[in-house]
């Protein structure tokens, strides 16, 4: 009977809550899944320009939002869309870019990008740069990406 008691109490205060854990820690870890980003590349600057553009698609399995990117190659990153409308080209930043469950959203030339501006030095074909995303879910938690860009020729 004492080993029956001894087994009892080892399950209740070791065992039982290892097991919980370790199921809390499983499912959690299933909805951390990282966002899907393809295509990522840098457009190359001339000597000089201190402003860079940054391009990517992005696709995560839930609503997610991205709320800021950062990079040790700018001294600031910021959101931004374009848009020519009746000949006249806008573009605005933006404070957060909405991801809609499964559907892709495309950065790319002439749309949505990255501004990276206060270049540290100017990004040339051939290299690579590093971009830190912040994303922020319908819970309200906020993840962080580290994704590196190679950098190539305008014409993509």
């Not at 495309?106 to 100017?122: A, N, R, S, T, V």
């Amino acid at each position: 009977m004492q080993l029956l008691t001894l087994f009892s109490r080892l399950f209740t205060t070791t065992l039982l809550p290892t097991v919980l854990m370790t199921v809390f820690l499983t499912a959690h870890a299933e909805t951390a899944k990282p966002v899907q980003i393809q295509q990522a590349w840098a457009r190359a600057t001339a000597p000089g320009q201190s402003v860079g553009a940054a391009y990517m698609t992005l696709t995560h399995h839930e609503n997610i939002t991205l709320i800021a990117a950062d990079s040790d190659a700018a001294g600031t990153v910021e959101i931004h869309s374009m848009e020519m409308k009746n000949g006249v080209m806008k573009m605005r930043m933006l404070e957060a870019l909405p991801l809609k469950a499964g559907k892709p959203v495309k950065l790319g030339p002439g749309g949505l990008h990255l501004m990276l501006f206060d270049l540290q030095k100017p990004l040339k074909v051939g290299e690579k740069i590093e971009l830190t995303l912040c994303f922020k879910n319908q819970r309200g938690e906020v993840t962080h990406q580290t994704v590196t860009l190679p950098i190539k020729e305008a014409a993509q």
